[in-house]
């Protein structure tokens, strides 16, 4: 591509006369010399000027021969003529002046760790790409490219054929939905976005800990949040929730109802009914997050906040961890009165629905594809847990606990109190495993001491390597940290 050239604006030495190669000559060094012809930047091409200024082409010639032999100007050949310049790299255009920055707010504490290049990322709740269906969806997405006009097709609440197959699969799990309920985002987290920028709600209640990056994303819109304890080695201590609900009276509660992020908990069914009187007696409206729920094996059948509490329910859920991540399809359903608000903060931040993914996806489920490698999935996973759940009881020390969510890609692995995380997670990192610094999931002290351990992501190997160097680890913690416990007798004794 020819580089865009600085137009010249050439006035006759007097007024009346004709332009000359003289004038031309006087325009450029005038421009080079105030900076508006800088270094490196391009001239008219002579059949450009010719034309503008009315002049025979040889005019022209010799107006920029002479500037090259001055070495003002250099020819590049088939690029054009250009001001000479002084280095190579220095800018095209010189700032003349520079506006301040806009102040930001600074970048979450989440976002300033990441796992380093070659490190084991035990946390993650990543599934192992090597699981994941590249080839089949890569298939879909050939397909969909040849499909006649694909490329302007477009729609705000998401590809119609997907919202209808979204609600079958929702149906088939118990929820009554309809294609109209459903509004396609780029990921749950754009659901989660949306869902935000629509509620007319200043208070949110969540689950302490909590999915680090819902709790960010509701902080960032200045949203009070309300934490509801949460204990995965007990039950949901729902009578703890409800003074706190009436004394707080949030207009919406988020619950992370499947697999909890990030302690593996699962909803039981009455906590789920409890959760719901709750609901109408103390006037709060859920937003069930359900983001595992293809992560458990078919076999086995636990209702939604959404199926047990019908329309009302706000309802969040992906395909992205458990297809290609990189799709980043999710969905919201909501209730037919409420999805103008939804889709118009859809559009307010990306206008539409990406639809080579949507499209893709759909045809993925179309032809029997997800099913077919949520079964494998699960078989894969299945695995993984039982070797990760193995390798705990055989490595850890006895004080050390962990949940037993029974699906899902996490557990949260918990340490006594004496064990000092941060220094415990750099040993860690010294020995090339990398875990979560779980703390952004907190309000005020963690009451727990632990991170996630991914059986998703690592193969089964690697996944009791980075185990053998966490038991081991924590074994000298616990020993250092019980020995500094101990009385100091020789002191006594003195
Ligand atoms: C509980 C929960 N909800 C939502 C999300 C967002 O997922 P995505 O935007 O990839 O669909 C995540 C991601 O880890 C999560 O853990």
Redesign the pocket.
């Known amino acids: 591509m020819k580089a865009p050239y600085f137009s010249l604006q050439v006035q006759a030495a007097q007024p009346g006369r004709r332009v000359a190669a003289r004038d031309i000559v006087d325009c450029v060094l005038a421009g080079v010399r105030a900076g508006h012809l800088p270094g490196g930047g391009r001239l008219p091409p002579v059949r450009v000027l010719e034309r503008q200024l009315g002049l025979s082409k040889n005019t022209v010639q010799a107006a920029y021969d002479e500037l090259v032999a001055r070495g003002v100007l250099e020819t590049r050949e088939r690029e054009g003529v250009f001001v000479a310049k002084a280095a190579a790299a220095a800018p095209f255009i010189e700032p003349k002046a520079e506006p301040p920055l806009p102040r930001m707010r600074p970048v979450p504490g989440l976002f300033r760790r990441a796992p380093p290049a070659g490190s084991i990322a035990l946390s993650t709740?990543l599934i192992d790409p090597e699981l994941l269906p590249r080839e089949r969806v890569a298939d879909c997405i050939r397909s969909v490219l040849r499909t006649p006009g694909m490329q302007s097709l477009y729609d705000y609440q998401g590809h119609p054929h997907l919202r209808e197959l979204i609600a079958a699969r929702l149906r088939a799990r118990g929820m009554n939905v309809t294609a109209g309920e459903v509004i396609t985002t780029v990921?749950?987290?754009?659901a989660?976005d949306i869902v935000a920028r629509a509620v007319d709600v200043r208070r949110i209640a969540l689950e302490n800990p909590v999915?680090a990056?819902?709790r960010c994303l509701f902080e960032s819109h200045e949203l009070e949040l309300v934490p509801l304890p949460l204990d995965p080695f007990g039950g949901l201590p729902l009578d703890e929730w409800e003074p706190i609900l009436e004394r707080t009276r949030p207009g919406l509660v988020y619950a992370?109802t499947s697999f909890?992020?990030p302690t593996g908990y699962s909803y039981r069914t009455h906590e789920l009914v409890r959760l719901l009187e709750l609901a109408s007696s103390l006037g709060f409206s859920l937003l069930e997050?359900d983001?595992g729920s293809d992560m458990l094996s078919d076999s086995e059948m636990r209702p939604s906040l959404r199926a047990l509490g019908g329309e009302h329910v706000l309802y969040?859920n992906?395909f992205?961890?458990k297809l290609l991540?990189s799709l980043?399809v999710?969905f919201v359903v909501a209730p037919e009165p409420l999805v103008p608000t939804l889709v118009a903060q859809k559009r307010l931040s990306t206008l539409g629905s990406p639809w080579l993914p949507e499209a893709a996806l759909t045809e993925f489920l179309d032809r029997g594809y997800y099913d077919s490698h949520l079964a494998e999935l699960h078989d894969a996973l299945d695995t993984r847990y039982r070797v990760c759940l193995d390798a705990l009881r055989e490595l850890m020390p006895e004080e050390v606990r962990w949940t037993t969510p029974g699906g899902g890609p996490t557990l949260w692995l918990d340490f006594p109190p004496r064990l000092a995380l941060k220094p415990f997670a750099e040993r860690l990192l010294a020995r090339g495993i990398f875990v979560e610094d779980s703390e952004s999931a907190f309000f005020g002290r963690p009451h727990l001491n632990g991170f996630r351990v991914s059986y998703a992501y690592l193969p089964e190997a690697k996944l009791r390597h980075a185990l053998e160097i966490v038991a081991d680890e924590a074994k000298s913690a616990l020993g250092r940290a019980k020995g500094a416990e101990q009385p100091d007798v020789s002191a006594l004794k003195t």
């Open positions: 709740v990921g749950s987290q754009q989660l999915y990056h819902a992370i909890q992020n997050d983001w969040v992906s992205t961890k991540p980043r999710g």
